[in-house]
Structures are given as C-alpha cells and as structure tokens.
C-alpha cells in the first residue's frame, strides 16, 4: 500500500502562484509514477500533470503547459506543482495519485490517491 497525502492548497487570487506537495509513505516511493489530477465544480476529474519513476519524464495538460511544473524528491518521497500565474478555472480539489507503470493520462491507471487539497482562485 501506498499512502498519499496532499497539502499546500489555499484561497489565492488570479495571477498567484501557489505551490503543492504529495507526501508519499508506505512502499518505495520511486518505484511508482506520480501524477496531479483535478475535479473542479460540476466537472470530472481530469488528468493534470505527470512524472516518472526517476523524474526524467513529466506530462502536462494543455491547459496547464507553461504555468504549471511538475517535479519530485525521491529522497524526500514528495511530489510537487508549481502553479504560476493562477486563473480562475484553476480552482479545483487537486488529487495527488501513483502507479508502477510510466506516466500516463488515464486515471484507471493510478491505483493510489491522496484525499485532496483544495485550491481556489479568485479574481
């Protein structure tokens, strides 16, 4: 198993940045492909960034690509984002999440995930 836990979430305004963590316990952390997803309101949850095993791999959403960066310390078992400039259709409940394989977008891949960090932007 597999524990995650998400923090670093908050009330920011447009244009902020803000910068979350995944703390990993349980198995060998690098061992596992790491990834963010995102449920904002009345949406589903969607893929938002990835990073293999050693960190030599990442993957961004579209909508994200050039704000967003993500990054890991495996001596440390955490994951990170960086979010820049931060808009309104960022807010979201950001989910942390990990599977054995490479990176990949698609959410029934990740067989372990963190509860969720609130993050919502205002203008």
């Known amino acids: 198993q597999v524990q995650l836990v998400e923090s670093g979430g908050g009330l920011v305004q447009a244009g902020d940045s803000l910068r979350l963590s995944c703390a990993a316990s349980g198995r060998t952390f690098s061992d596992y492909a790491m990834a963010w997803f995102r449920r904002a309101p009345g949406k589903e949850r969607e893929f938002v960034a990835g990073i293999s095993q050693g960190g030599g791999r990442t993957q961004y959403a579209d909508s994200v690509k050039g704000r967003f960066t993500i990054s890991r310390d495996n001596a440390k078992n955490t994951m990170y984002v960086q979010m820049n400039s931060l808009k309104l259709e960022d807010t979201a409940v950001y989910y942390c999440?990990?599977?054995?394989?490479?990176?990949?977008?698609?959410?029934?891949?990740?067989?372990?995930w963190g509860q969720g960090t609130q993050v919502t932007v205002s203008s």
């Open positions: 999440a990990a599977q054995q394989w490479g990176v990949t977008t698609s959410q029934r891949a990740y067989n372990y």
